[in-house]
């Protein structure tokens, strides 16, 4: 039997261990084959453009995927769908003006509702929760978070309920919370079981998922591309690269804007009653801080917590040290709860905080760095390209501003890590000057 220091990063996640069967696709790329469009990695961005694709009638798509479709940021995360981007909406108003910036953000909206749609229409069992997302305030400043809420109406169209703190307990009953604010329109789910049976209907639909299929090089020729795996190759019209923060170098041109940043996970043993009492609605709950918190109840009375982000991997057992000591901050009464399980993954970011989607000058698509706001806005990346592929590039080019900058390589890698412990240093502070 495996103890918890076999483990090594990223650690087993809780959603591998009890996944249902294990993945079976269109096994391994062998041979030479012919598609009309190769999509490269098989997170939700690479499984999501092929389901589009599909969906608009495209019949020849193959997805060739290094391990299994979901290995990736995509099966292992909390399961958090929500709508927005990493990029705070506040910057995107900035940015954008309000006209826009409601039309990109009302986009995710409907990306959380396609998501749904989908886990109905191909009846998937993911464990789908409709309790809704939390936002819960750790500073205890009701009245810049009904400020905040105001805003995101007026500006986004966005509604957002606020719970005052004694509202808030009834959703989450932790004496570390000020006021809270409820997004109900979003959804908690197993991400895992999600894109596992989103590949499995591609499959079914003659869609060839290959895995085991890393893909080592990409090379155009005059009418066609070439993609190159170990044992075979795939020629085609169209290539879309949707690697996450789990390649950079099979395109280093684009790839070179990404920053892989690590977060991390542990579910604890089953805690039966205390569940409810904690969670007395089966809310998934983030809070206000720059490095949050995030937890949600499992289906049989666990709890999935997660947080904090860094440039390095760690072990498992130092997973379950540090969120240890969140879990016990927020909720006192589970001191001492085991986390039976503790893994971590890569989510890609590029330096201006919003996802790269559009085109190379030689023609190679791609759809990367969604950050820590994935679920969503995959789906949404996955519309955008398929149409785009099929003639239709109208949405996408509404991304084009935000170009595959150059995020610093290794220097880059240590300002964010140095960022980050600033930002939560400036947490840190907010917290006692509010206490
Ligand atoms: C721990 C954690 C918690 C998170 N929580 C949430 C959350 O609650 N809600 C939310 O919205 N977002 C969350 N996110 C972010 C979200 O998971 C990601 O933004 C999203 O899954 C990215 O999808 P993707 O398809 O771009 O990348 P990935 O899912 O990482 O997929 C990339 C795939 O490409 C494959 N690949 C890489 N190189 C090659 C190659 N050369 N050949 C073939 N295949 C290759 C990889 O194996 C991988 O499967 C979280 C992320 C993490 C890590």
Same mark, same amino acid.
């Given at each position: 039997m495996m103890t918890h220091e076999d483990e090594r990063w990223p650690g087993r996640s809780w959603y591998e261990a009890t996944a249902a069967k294990p993945w079976a696709g269109s096994g391994e790329l062998v041979g030479e084959h012919c598609h009309d469009v190769v999509i490269i990695g098989a997170g939700l961005a690479g499984i999501s453009t092929a389901l589009s694709l599909l969906e608009r009638g495209a019949k020849s798509i193959a997805v060739l995927e $290094? $391990?299994? +479709? *979901? @290995? *990736?940021a995509s099966g292992r995360n909390g399961g958090f769908v929500f709508?927005?981007? $990493? /990029?705070a909406n506040d910057a995107l108003v900035k940015q954008l003006g309000v006209a826009q910036a409601s039309r990109l953000h009302g986009w995710t909206r409907d990306a959380v509702g396609l998501v749904r749609k989908r886990i109905e229409r191909y009846g998937i069992? &993911?464990?789908?929760?409709?309790a809704g997302v939390v936002l819960a305030d750790w500073f205890g400043d009701d009245e810049r978070l009904e400020q905040f809420a105001r805003r995101m109406q007026q500006t986004l169209g966005f509604d957002l309920i606020m719970l005052p703190r004694q509202d808030l307990r009834q959703f989450v009953n932790s004496p570390r919370y000020g006021a809270g604010l409820h997004e109900p329109g979003s959804f908690h789910f197993n991400p895992l079981a999600h894109i596992q049976g989103l590949a499995s209907y591609l499959c079914e639909s003659g869609v060839a998922v290959h895995e085991h299929s890393p893909v080592h090089r990409i090379e155009r020729s005059a009418q066609a591309w070439i993609v190159h795996g170990a044992e075979g190759r795939v020629r085609a019209s169209e290539v879309v690269l !949707? !690697? *996450?923060?789990?390649? /950079?170098? /099979?395109?280093p041109e684009v790839q070179r804007a990404l920053q892989p940043i690590a977060t991390y996970i542990a579910v604890t043993e089953p805690l039966g009653d205390l569940i409810s009492e904690v969670l007395p609605q089966p809310v998934a709950v983030y809070d206000t801080r720059f490095a949050f918190d995030y937890f949600r109840p499992l289906p049989d009375s666990r709890l999935l917590w997660g947080g904090r982000i860094s440039v390095a991997d760690r072990h498992p057992a130092s997973i379950r040290r540090l969120l240890a000591r969140d879990l016990e901050r927020v909720f +006192? !009464? /589970? @001191?001492?709860?085991? #986390? %039976?399980q503790a893994w971590g993954g890569w989510m890609s970011y590029a330096r201006h905080e919003m996802p790269l989607l559009g085109r190379c000058p030689d023609g190679l698509w791609y759809g990367l760095a969604f950050g820590g706001h994935g679920m969503a806005t995959t789906t949404l990346a996955g519309e955008m390209l398929a149409e785009a592929l099929l003639g239709r590039p109208e949405r996408i %080019? &509404? #991304?084009?501003?935000?170009q595959p900058v150059w995020a610093g390589g290794l220097a880059g890698r240590a300002a964010v890590q140095s960022r980050y412990w600033w930002l939560q240093a400036l947490d840190h502070w907010r917290d006692r000057r509010a206490r």
């Open positions: $290094s $391990s299994v +479709p *979901g @290995a *990736g709508a927005g981007y $990493s /990029l069992a &993911c464990q789908a929760n409709d !949707t !690697t *996450g923060g789990y390649d /950079l170098k /099979l395109r +006192p !009464t /589970l @001191a001492g709860v085991d #986390f %039976e %080019e &509404c #991304f084009r501003r935000w």
